[in-house]
């Protein structure tokens, strides 16, 4: 157990709708990332907030975004889906350390019909 | 552009043989290396962090070491058991964006009876 709960576990869209998905921190960790992993793919960079700003981004279209809480929470936000974003969906939380490792929480799996 | 491949994409060895994993990533600039192990539909656990100026790190059973210089990492398992199924991902983070990490495709392990 890494302390970096994921909700919800699994999520069924259609095409066009908008998803939320829910990361919370573990303690004392205030930078967080969500990756996106397809399947039999490596998970791939989204982006990153530290201290509720966002922090680095990685080659996906601006409707993905997301937000940072004061108590380091995070959410996911995706407008229009496609079925390509069908995917799990990664958080990762660590310090401000550099050298920190990064801990994973379990993923929300998304279907997108 | 960082780009990371693992090889094998999969392997099969029975249970006590002892195993090495690939990775090799073209831009030498790393700030740490780490090897991280999923098992189906999960999140990922961190196995091991090598920083770029360390050689190798050790945990019970694995060893993981880097060459920095000629862009590879090896992870080895000794004595392997069949809890050890799962597929084992290297990422690389790069200096000035640590906690963006660059995933493989990861290696498939299955360990048999």
């Known amino acids: 157990e890494t302390g970096v709960t994921q909700s919800p576990t699994h999520l069924i869209k259609t095409r066009g709708q908008q998803v939320t998905l829910r990361c919370s921190s573990q303690s004392g960790h205030n930078t967080v990332s969500w990756y996106q992993q397809a399947l039999g793919q490596g998970p791939q960079f989204i982006f990153q907030?530290?201290?509720?700003?966002?922090?680095g981004r990685g080659n996906f279209p601006p409707r993905f975004s997301g937000l940072q809480f004061p108590n380091y929470s995070s959410e996911l936000n995706v407008n229009a889906l496609e079925l390509d974003d069908s995917a799990l969906y990664l958080c990762a939380t660590k310090t401000r350390d550099a050298t920190d490792t990064q801990y994973f929480g379990p993923g929300t799996r998304l279907t997108v019909l | 552009k960082q780009e990371v491949t693992q090889i094998p994409a999969a392997l099969s060895v029975p249970e006590g043989e002892n195993l090495v994993l690939n990775c090799s990533f073209t831009d030498s600039a790393i700030y740490n290396l780490q090897w991280f192990r999923q098992d189906p539909g999960k999140g990922l656990t961190s196995l091991l962090l090598i920083q770029s100026s360390q050689r190798e790190q050790t945990s019970g059973r694995l060893n993981a070491s880097l060459d920095k210089s000629s862009g590879r990492s090896t992870l080895y398992i000794a004595a392997s058991q069949p809890g050890d199924s799962a597929t084992y991902l290297c990422a690389v983070s790069m200096a000035g964006t640590a906690s963006k990490l660059t995933f493989g495709t990861g290696t498939r392990l299955q360990v048999t009876l």
């Open positions: 907030y530290y201290r509720e700003e966002e922090n």
